[in-house]
């Protein structure tokens, strides 16, 4: 499984978290999905334990010491600089849409990261000749953590997410998961 896989699953499955739930008559839904956007953006900016979790469910073990990282370390790296604010929330009716911006990690060109170390390898197999399976994973576990631990942070455009109602329960739509993992992980 790739990495770039690996955060887009851990992604969703962070977005998923980010159901809003309220009471009705107590908090204005503009608070309520204001402070669950706020609740979650600290989560990742203070690496809470929860987030470590779903790089832990995410991630299979035995493919994070294959390449001796660990999902802490990862997830660290992955989050290092990481902010986010809400810029607004407009409810109407059962609809709202939140505008948030995010500054993280550009992971974008994870991809070709991957092929460039693929080519090392093959462009010059002596290098590596004396490495028994073990070490090539740590080798490659290492320039990947040097990659995302070194990546730029940027502030990305401000994106727009879409909640609906569902009883007591302020939702994101699934397009909206998307957006935000993009922003997140992008």
């Not at 770039?4 to 962070?14: D, E, M, P, V, Y």
């Not at 159901?19 to 107590?26: H, K, W």
């Not at 989560?43 to 994070?64: F, H, L």
């Amino acid at each position: 499984m790739s990495l770039k896989k690996i955060i887009g699953t851990l992604a969703l499955s962070a977005a998923l978290v980010c159901a809003l739930g309220g009471m009705v008559g107590c908090t204005s839904p503009e608070q309520v999905i204001r402070d669950g956007l706020n609740q979650e953006i600290q989560q990742y900016k203070n690496v809470d334990q929860s987030v470590i979790d779903e790089i832990n469910e995410a991630v299979p073990a035995t493919y994070m010491q294959m390449l001796g990282i660990s999902s802490e370390d990862l997830t660290k790296a992955i989050l290092e600089g990481f902010d986010g604010t809400v810029d607004s929330v407009t409810v109407n009716g059962d609809k709202a849409e939140a505008v948030v911006t995010i500054t993280s990690k550009s992971l974008g060109d994870l991809t070709e990261h991957i092929t460039d170390l693929q080519s090392e390898v093959y462009d010059d197999p002596s290098q590596f000749a004396n490495m028994s399976t073990d070490e090539l994973y740590a080798w490659v576990g290492t320039k990947m953590m040097d990659y995302i631990s070194n990546a730029p942070i940027e502030t990305r455009e401000p994106i727009t997410i879409e909640y609906v109602k569902n009883g007591n329960t302020w939702e994101p739509t699934a397009a909206s998961q998307t957006a935000m993992q993009s922003a997140i992980f992008g």
